[in-house]
């Protein structure tokens, strides 16, 4: 292999485990991958992502008086009532939607002001429709 045009870049096994670590300049004697250093830095060697486990259930499930599960397990406040495994339907869980702010009363009476803006403005573009047709050409 010809290094020619590469000579400032180079390949240089890991001095921790032996994996080649493409593209290290000329003066890293010693490199660390790039895995090393992650395991240097502490992070955890199972990604947070394994260890979660989704349950399928909605933020608060064990709160709500009565949360049915996909599998039909029952739970009242997030205690399983086996008994009545199977006798209900699964709670639908409602998309939560990106508004969950309460309008406030402000708020509330410029809508009214919009809504009522746009109505004038429909009344008068209608006026001006019947206007039109009635002195038109
Ligand atoms: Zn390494």
Redesign the pocket.
């Known amino acids: 292999m010809e290094n020619t045009n590469l000579n400032s870049y180079q390949s240089v096994p890991?001095q921790?485990?032996?994996?080649l670590v493409n593209n290290v300049g000329e003066n890293a004697l010693k490199v660390?991958?790039s895995?090393?250093v992650l395991s240097l830095v502490g992070l955890p060697k199972e990604s947070p992502a394994k260890t979660y486990k989704p349950t399928g259930r909605p933020a608060g499930w064990h709160f709500m008086s009565e949360y049915v599960d996909n599998d039909g397990n029952v739970f009242h406040k997030g205690k399983e009532q086996p008994k009545l495994k199977g006798t209900l339907p699964p709670t639908k869980i409602k998309p939560i939607k990106k508004k969950t702010k309460r309008r406030t009363q402000q708020q509330i009476l410029l809508d009214r002001n919009q809504e009522k803006k746009a109505a004038l403005k429909k009344a008068a573009k209608k006026q001006q429709d019947f206007l039109n047709h009635k002195f038109g050409d």
């Open positions: 890991c921790k485990c032996g994996r660390t991958c895995y090393c």
